[in-house]
């Protein structure tokens, strides 16, 4: 880069720092920070004046991002919940007759078993649930996804199928076949493998969605796809305590009347407001993708110093009591679940970082999370070895070394790329492609324990 460029990516980040902006205001604003660097050096000035000139143009940093985020946030909000396009192009009523339609289609998926004879309890069963949300949902997702992608691409002049409408639908057939599989794999009583199976077949499914989102034939920016995920889960989780409000009230209702209502809510409420949640969740997170960035990035920046000093806590408790904190199954259980909450937080706080921006205090923090669960994860491993010697091994042991393993090479590769853009300089889009590189490892290994463990084990 030149120190033209160097300079303009540091005006970019100190603008991008105040989380006021999506990425759409600041490429217009660092477009017309360019045009009129361009027009003042060809009316005589250097580079330096130029862009010193140019900038004061453009305005104090503060006062723009606030100035914008005024004018926008109105016109932005009311068109959340209905216009996804990316021009902000009005959509009429069949962008959200198709949204309820398939979101509704989702739900009716959980009343399936009912229909066949079958008890309503196999959806809802313990083991099994989050499998059956996954493939009931993972339909209607891809088609809704396919909709509203090609209805973009139509936007911008582009074809509007371009291949969605058959990928949308082969997505469609594998669910069938996944469903079908999902039922038939071996299983025998207290079965680690089906446990194991519905809890990685959602991430699984849900990241077989990623070519789509990008567009068929197209290498997609997978952190773009990380921060699209975080958006939705977000929603999905509001949207599934209104639906617990709804279940609640609706009950409530019936019984000052002195009806019980509680089969109306047990049997369809709950089932179709639970099971259609993702897929409006989906929606709303498409809708927000091109808004001033909300809650997600907030959250992120909150969590991450938290939870770095809540290891370093644990890590000198530790160490002063001199015990082994990860004698206990339900000990090692605990912390894997925080390293994984602590993965998915540096992998989604790294994919919403401009990486032109100049290292700052988020950077720090984010190199001490990754190497404070760095050095738990290792213990974790050591631990994990030990009991997999002397007990032999299991699917839940197996599953939870090579998810280990697969958290120590990704939190050593991104606290070398921190590192490195820290001290070095180096640019920060290394980590955000090591990042990237990472999604279809992730996939992998959750189909494998989600398909392939209960082969393995037969059903153990």
């Keep these: 880069m030149s120190e033209l460029d160097d300079r303009i990516a540091e005006w970019r980040g100190r603008l991008a720092d105040g989380g006021k902006l999506g990425e759409e205001r600041l490429e217009e604003l660092e477009s017309h920070l360019r045009d009129s660097i361009g027009d003042l050096r060809g009316r005589g000035l250097d580079e330096e004046e130029a862009f010193l000139v140019a900038a004061r143009r453009v305005g104090n940093l503060d006062a723009l991002a606030g100035e914008f985020a005024r004018a926008g946030s109105e016109g932005e909000w009311r068109r959340i919940a209905l216009d996804p396009s990316p021009n902000g192009a009005r959509p009429g009523h069949l962008d959200l007759a198709v949204a309820v339609a398939l979101s509704l289609a989702a739900g009716f998926l959980s009343k399936v078993p009912l229909f066949s004879g079958a008890p309503s309890q196999a959806f809802w069963s313990n083991?099994?649930?989050?499998?059956?949300?996954?493939?009931?949902?993972l339909g209607p997702a891809a088609l809704l996804l396919a909709f509203v992608r090609g209805r973009e691409a139509s936007l911008r002049g582009e074809d509007?199928?371009?291949?969605?409408?058959?990928?949308?639908?082969?997505?469609v057939i594998v669910t069938a076949a996944l469903s079908l599989l999902f039922r038939v794999l071996p299983r025998v009583a207290d079965?680690?493998?089906?446990?194991?199976?519905s809890i990685h077949l959602p991430l699984f499914l849900w990241i077989a969605l990623l070519p789509l989102y990008a567009g068929p034939g197209k290498r997609g920016n997978g952190l773009d796809f990380v921060r699209f995920t975080g958006e939705a889960f977000i929603y999905g989780v509001l949207l599934l305590c209104g639906v617990g409000v709804l279940g609640a009230f609706t009950s409530m209702v019936f019984m000052s009347a002195g009806f019980d209502a509680g089969k109306i809510v047990s049997d369809w409420i709950l089932p179709l407001g639970v099971f259609a949640a993702p897929v409006a969740a989906m929606r709303?997170?498409?809708?927000?993708?091109?808004?001033v960035e909300t809650i997600a990035p907030l959250l992120a920046r909150i969590f991450a110093p938290l939870f770095l000093l809540a290891m370093l806590a644990f890590i000198a408790v530790a160490l002063a009591s001199g015990r082994n904190p990860f004698g206990g199954r339900d000990a090692l259980i605990v912390f894997d679940l925080a390293l994984a909450v602590v993965f998915a937080l540096v992998l989604f706080s790294s994919s919403m970082r401009d990486p032109r921006a100049s290292p700052g205090a988020a950077d720090w923090v984010d190199l001490g999370l990754a190497l404070a669960a760095l050095a738990i994860d290792l213990l974790l491993l050591a631990a994990m070895a030990g009991r997999l010697g002397a007990w032999g091994a299991s699917p839940n042991r197996i599953a939870a070394l090579g998810e280990n393993i697969i958290i120590m090479i990704e939190l050593a590769g991104t606290a070398f790329a921190v590192g490195g853009h820290l001290l070095a300089r180096r640019p920060y889009a290394r980590l955000q492609s090591w990042q990237a590189a990472f999604i279809p490892v992730i996939f992998a290994w959750c189909g494998f324990v989600a398909l392939g463990l209960p082969l393995v084990f037969g059903g153990r």
């Design 284 to 291: 709303l997170a498409l809708a927000k993708r091109s808004v």
């Design 160 to 171: 509007a199928d371009g291949g969605r409408v058959g990928l949308a639908a082969l997505l």
């Design 127 to 137: 083991e099994t649930f989050l499998g059956n949300l996954a493939l009931a949902c």
């Design 191 to 197: 079965s680690q493998t089906a446990i194991l199976s």
